[in-house]
């Protein structure tokens, strides 16, 4: 009998074992990364920005040119205004009106169009980091990897489940 009951507390030992084993073997692996930290440390992402910049800044440049050129107009007007008649007055205001309005739609639609796709391709590079973190995350068996961000969507994490650095390191591969 003793030893009927020791071969059965074997069994429940091998049992618990091979359980407990086969728990620690499927416990889900999580982690964290800082979403504002991954994108701002992107290179593909500071590239876009820094080529966005060049853009606006030469826009402004140009919108500037167009604005001095305009405002010299009307300076040569005003100079002028003694000497005109009262319909060449109408009419020259008329078409400094005019030139006024279009530049300011010129400027309004130039700059709604850089930034319309400066969104664009600042969305199609965060697509593009997203994937990359689910390939890591299949990579390294990951079974979950949060997002954190400013409105601190992680309010508490256990230490060495922020990957941010390790993850930046990929995706910049």
Known sequence: MD??????FKNIIVIVLTSLLFI????EKTAYVNNTELIQSY???KNAKK????RNEKLSK???SVANNFQQQVVKYQQ?????????REKE????????QKIEEQQQQESSALEIESKEKANQLIEEVRKKVEKYGEENNYTYIFGSNESANILYAKRGKDITLEVIEYVNQ
Request: hydrophobic share 30%; charged share 40%; aromatic share 10%.
């Open 93 to 100: 205001e008329e078409r400094l009106i005019n030139l006024r």
């Open 43 to 45: 290179e593909k992402m």
């Open 3 to 8: 030893n009927y009951f020791s071969i059965k």
């Open 80 to 88: 002028g205004f003694e000497g005109m008649k009262q319909n060449e």
């Open 62 to 64: 140009r919108l500037d």
């Open 24 to 27: 620690a073997c499927t416990q």
């Open 51 to 54: 080529e966005f910049e060049r």
